[in-house]
């Protein structure tokens, strides 16, 4: 077969179909123990902060292993890393099942983290290797959003079997549909034909990190994903929740309601984008920027609001928060479009890592405010008051003037260098009127 005949074959689709679905096992599994707070607690007698550690060592494994996990999908390929992430999530989610101790559980819960960290980057990695032209963008946004899906399995067949067969039967099976990730990214999965561009092996991981960090696309990647999406992940992986309830005096019966708007905004949202993005390359950033502007405007607005605001805002709120997650995958087509084939993997890691890392910052520091405020105002002060609520987390226009800050330079660095080889900037468009380029 030559380079472009498997392209877009019948091939191309069974290969994305069978990584998708690995990607979406990866996904009940990173959301299967978030549903089993309640069966935890019982079972490790644990209190809420040692609970807490459970998800923050899952994020932090996560986002600590973006980067090697790009190294190696470019050094082994995509199909080795879906097997090995699928193997190490089954092995986690065994341990899982098994665990009586917290360090039992709690060494489970980091594999299932490695393994759910494999899986992402090399997916998006056969995206370029298997399709070509518009369809890139949009499969990218198609391959984040039915990802999403893995959140309910873990919501509705995941916390049935945990109910009606308890906890290690329930994790068991988890573990039993790992192993079918694991055969359809064996089977199925392939890394494509081999072309010129692949690295030599023995290309050192250093070189690789260096060529692709150079990129100022990468940049402006790593910036797009952490400004775009840490708000989604604080809201939805630890202070939107007491927000809702403790801030905004919504019942707790409403506010999980309004939390599954985001599964619904990423359906919606995901195709609407990678239209967009496969229509309008060169307006990638403006897209993003007019997002983060609908996230910062409406949060100014919650925040600003003389006491509490009306439900109708606030699902304004969450459906702009909300789209801060399909978005982020923008980061991506930066990569594939600003780097060579063989750093691509690499490139995707590091722009992975963007919004997880503004997140974790957001997520430690939003709970430091809420306690010191608690602290100055006395003895049984509220934690989760309204006011309390609207300080800590304006913090997070804090970490968005920085991303934006982040992204302008970096876009303007990128521009210059495309500039400079001749290709199509905006800009250029404007003084000579140019046919746009696809960067
Ligand atoms: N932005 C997310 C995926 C997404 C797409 N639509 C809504 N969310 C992302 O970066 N995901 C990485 C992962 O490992 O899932």
Request: aromatic share 10%; net charge positive; glycine share 10%.
């Amino acid at each position: 077969m030559t380079k472009a005949e498997h392209l877009d074959s019948v091939r191309s689709w069974v290969v994305w179909a069978a990584s998708l679905g690995a990607y979406l096992i990866a996904v009940t599994q990173r959301t299967s123990f978030g549903v089993a707070g309640l069966e935890a607690t019982d079972r490790f007698d644990a209190t809420a902060s040692i609970l807490a550690t459970f998800s923050v060592v899952q994020l932090v494994v996560y986002a600590g292993l973006q980067i090697p996990v790009g190294i190696l999908v470019d050094r082994w390929g995509p199909r080795a890393m879906i097997t090995g992430g699928a193997a190490l999530m089954m092995v986690g989610q065994f341990l899982l099942a098994m665990a009586d101790s917290v360090a039992s559980g709690l060494v489970g819960r980091f594999f299932v983290g490695a393994g759910d960290a494999m899986t992402f980057v090399s997916v998006i990695r056969l995206l370029p290797i298997w399709f070509s032209g518009y369809r890139i963008p949009m499969l990218t946004q198609v391959t984040g959003m039915i990802g999403q899906l893995g959140q309910l399995l873990s919501l509705i067949p995941f916390v049935a079997l945990l109910h009606l067969w308890s906890w290690t039967p329930a994790f068991l099976s988890l573990a039993a549909l790992s192993m079918v990730g694991f055969a359809l990214a064996l089977v199925l999965v392939s890394n494509g034909p081999r072309t010129d561009e692949e690295p030599p092996a023995r290309v050192k991981a250093r070189t690789l990190l260096a060529e692709a960090w150079r990129e100022p696309g990468t940049r402006l990647g790593f910036w797009t994903h952490f400004t775009t999406q840490f708000t989604t992940n604080v809201f939805l992986l630890t202070w939107g929740y007491p927000f809702l309830v403790s801030g905004q005096g919504i019942s707790p019966a409403v506010a999980s309601g309004l939390l599954s708007i985001f599964v619904v905004v990423a359906m919606v949202a995901g195709p609407l984008l990678g239209a967009a993005v496969a229509r309008y390359p060169h307006r990638r950033s403006a897209i993003a920027f007019n997002i983060i502007g609908m996230i910062a405007l409406t949060w100014l607005v919650v925040i600003l609001w003389p006491g509490r605001a009306p439900i109708w805002m606030l699902v304004i709120l969450i459906v702009c928060v909300a789209s801060g997650g399909p978005a982020s995958m923008i980061g991506f087509d930066f990569v594939r479009t600003f780097n060579p084939a063989h750093v691509i993997g690499t490139a995707t890691g590091i722009v992975n890592v963007g919004g997880f890392l503004a997140a974790l910052v957001t997520v430690y520091v939003v709970g430091w405010l809420l306690d010191i405020q608690q602290r100055a105002a006395g003895a049984g002060a509220e934690l989760y008051s309204l006011d309390a609520f609207r300080w800590a987390l304006s913090f997070q226009f804090v970490m968005m003037l920085g991303g934006i800050i982040g992204m302008v330079v970096t876009r303007n660095k990128a521009r210059r260098a495309m500039a400079l080889r001749g290709e199509y900037t905006p800009r250029s468009q404007r003084r000579q009127g140019n046919t746009p380029g696809n960067r």
